[in-house]
């Protein structure tokens, strides 16, 4: 056997090969290195070394204009993050929060993933949330859903929507493949109907319309209405992407499932699903972190979710100049959520393509 | 219990105009091994997939074991538990270990405890001598090894009746032989077997009784040494020169 001299390419040889290969190429690179350079030295002297930071500072924010005001996040934080939830009480809101979140990372816990430990962590977790945010019992003073506001209400929308949305997704998926073709087609028509609607117009029926339609015992409040309208609408995006993932499965996996005998449940359950959601997953996440982001519609119908609360936060006249700040807070906790999100799903991707090597 | 393993009674198969089946009449005794041949688009993997109800049939009767195949739900999955199927493309579970696609079935279908199943498929996995890749994913075996582990997955339910549709068509050639081992020691265990194969010298060595069909009908059915050394129509003479002439 030769060995072939392996070709080392250094760092240095690698850049000048990918970034100045010719004069023009060198040109461009420099340009847009300066340009990048700039519009970074602009973000870190606004941010940091012209920023006022410290508790209660508007009169000196107010005069000094080229740098952040961080004081606006220091002393307006608790109205961006509990919006109109009452003041002694907010504690309780921070509380619910933390508990949604440790039930979220821990249930991305494989350990956790189990017919019977998911629901049960779930269930706990919503049961938790909801007695520490509504109050009421255990002398607890009671807060109308009306009130609650903030990152704590965007978090309940968001994990209601989904937890609600993703059965219903499996159940619409599984009605638009039916074998019977009136069923087929008209969850076919249902979901065409609801994706062709913009979801402010299903926030809207179901918040304002519904009320007139319904009995009065199956009413309720409107958020729940809202997070119903919106779990339907999800459903029917992720309906269509569980197809998808079902599409992809070569058919002889559910016919070696018939072959052994298995009924339409337990392939379903143990073949066809587990290799759909595993086929759909990219798409699965893109469509969380969509509805993560489309929780702030909830405004339109006189809810305060984190955007709201942010601009209400900065709408007072002694804080009217802080929009900026405003805005890089709250797209700074958005992009923490979303960010880590996108992240675990890589880290699924990457484990679950480990398994079926 | 009826002396037939599996019995045909003049069934038919369509594909919308198409004319898939015609009149098949087919009869296989309790441990008989039966190596069905044709050339392609002949209808053979349509019949045995007729016989557990991957394809459904349109007219005439199917009795597997005694029991009719007909719309009753409960007759098509006991009619699955007792006919075991190995297909050309394996089909192993692809997110399941090796064990977890021999152990499945048996535990949602036989209700057989975790532990229970896993010693019978690890039994089973001796036998087609792979135990050594219990816990790896079917990705990481060959072909051959796949289509092993494919046979004793079936055999974990414990069929009365195997049936093979094309097991080796899909192999490279030097798997071949692992797998067709394989199939020539349950041969010999006694289990009743159909199998749709161009293996020819499987079927010599193997069957009771070989089939020739073309275009969706049943055209010879002879013993082996009978039909290949006998052929009667010149179809299959037609036939046979293409598979053994070269």
Known sequence: MTDLPIQHTSAFSNIKRHYF?????????????????WILWGFFNWAFLEAIWGYGKNEECRAHE???????????????????????????????????????????????????????????????????????????????????GGLSLTVFIFASVCLLGMPLSIIFALLRRSELPWIARTMALVIDVIRSLPLLAIMFTFAIVLPFVLPGWAIGDKLYRVIVGYAIFFACYQAEIIRGGIQAIPSGQEEAAKALGMGYWHRIGYIVLPQAFRNALPPTINQFVITFKETSLVTIIGFFDILASGRAAAGTADWSFATIEMYVFVGLLFFVFVFSLSRYGAYLERRMSLNSR | MSEQ????????????????????????????????????????????????????????????????????????????????????NFNLFPHMTILENCTLAPTLVRKQSRKEAE???????????????????????????????????????????????EPTSALDPEMISEVLDVMVGLAEEGMTMVCVTHEMGFARQVADRVIFMAEGEIIEEAPPGEFFDNPKSERTKTFLGQVLGH
């Open chain 2, 119 to 165: 010693e019978a498929a690890m039994s089973y996995l001796e036998r087609v001598k792979i135990p050594e890749q219990a816990h790896k994913y079917p990705g990481e075996l060959s072909g051959g090894q796949q289509q092993r582990v494919a046979i004793a997955r079936a055999l974990c339910m414990a069929p009365e009746i195997m049936l093979f549709d």
């Open chain 2, 5 to 88: 393993a599996i019995s045909v009674r003049s069934m038919n198969k369509f594909y919308g105009e198409f004319h898939a089946l015609k009149n098949i009449d087919l009869d296989v005794g309790r441990g008989e091994k039966v190596v069905i041949c044709g050339p392609s688009g002949s209808g053979k993997s349509t019949l045995i997939r007729c016989i557990n109800r991957l394809e459904e049939h349109q007219a005439g009767t199917i009795e597997v074991n005694g029991i009719p195949l007909d719309d009753n739900v409960d007759n098509i999955d006991e009619i699955r538990r007792e006919a075991g199927m190995v297909f050309q």
């Open chain 1, 66 to 148: 080229h740098g952040a005001c961080w004081s606006f996040v220091a002393t307006r934080w608790r109205i961006v993050l509990f919006g109109l939830y009452p003041f002694e009480e907010q504690w309780r809101s921070a509380l619910a929060c933390i508990v949604m979140l440790i039930v979220a990372i821990l249930s991305c816990v494989p350990v956790f993933w189990n017919a019977k430990r998911l629901p049960v962590l779930w269930m706990v977790g919503f049961a938790t949330f909801y007695i520490l945010m509504r109050g009421g019992v255990f002398g607890l003073t009671p807060v109308v859903e009306r009130d609650w």
């Open chain 1, 21 to 37: 290969a010719t004069p023009l190429n060198s040109a461009i690179t420099v340009l847009l290195a300066a340009f990048t350079a």
